[in-house]
């Protein structure tokens, strides 16, 4: 058994709009055991398992918590974690449940939607729509920053078969993002999030 779990290294490939634009939107749905397939792909020993795991949202994050977990707990001593993206391919919500989708249940469970949960929070918190304009702004504008001093060092590139690069940069950074251009956005849950809950 360890005391300790050490990341070695850590690398990323770059975000893409989870749109029909988006570059990653063309490589086909996560089907299959995608961790599998990486590492047969990989041409890893074939006694090297791979798994998958799916919470929605930090499921990357999960994976990494997990290894640690299990290398803490003397299972193994040396795991390769990390996430997928799929937004682009399987858009949020798209798989239904009940959760979403079964009013008895998600009045049960007191469920509420991300933006309608966010919008809410902004208001009983009094976070103006200048305020969170300028927090997204500002988020922008240091990421421009970050991108234009290479301060992302771990970005890997997504190649084709041909070697020819699909995706070698953060497709969501918005360097000329103003707070007048975001003030002119129409807000997808502001009516909702304002009425607030019992």
């Known amino acids: 058994m360890s005391d300790n779990a050490y990341i070695y290294e850590a690398i990323r490939t770059p975000r893409g709009r989870g749109k029909r634009d988006g570059a990653l939107h063309p490589l086909g749905d996560q089907g299959g055991n995608i961790a599998r397939t990486a590492v047969l792909n990989a041409e890893w020993d074939v006694d090297v398992p791979g798994m998958q795991i799916n919470r929605f949202c930090s499921s990357g994050l999960e ?25 682009s391919r399987v858009p949020m919500g798209s798989d239904g449940g009940a959760l979403m989708y079964d009013p008895r249940v998600s009045t049960r469970v007191k469920f509420v939607p991300q933006g309608i949960g966010a919008d809410l929070i902004a208001t009983l918190e009094s976070f103006s729509r200048a305020d969170v304009d300028q927090f997204a702004c500002n988020s922008q504008k240091r990421a421009a920053n970050a991108r234009a001093n290479s301060y992302f060092k771990s970005i890997v590139p997504v190649t084709d078969q041909n070697g020819l690069p699909i995706l070698d940069h953060d497709e969501l950074i918005r360097p000329d993002t103003t707070t007048e251009g975001l003030a002119n956005l129409k807000p997808a849950f502001a009516d909702l999030g304002a009425m607030g809950f019992d």
């Open 63 to 87: 994976t990494v918590n997990l290894a640690a977990m299990k290398i803490l707990s003397g299972w193994e001593e040396l795991i390769v974690a990390g996430g997928v993206e799929s937004m």
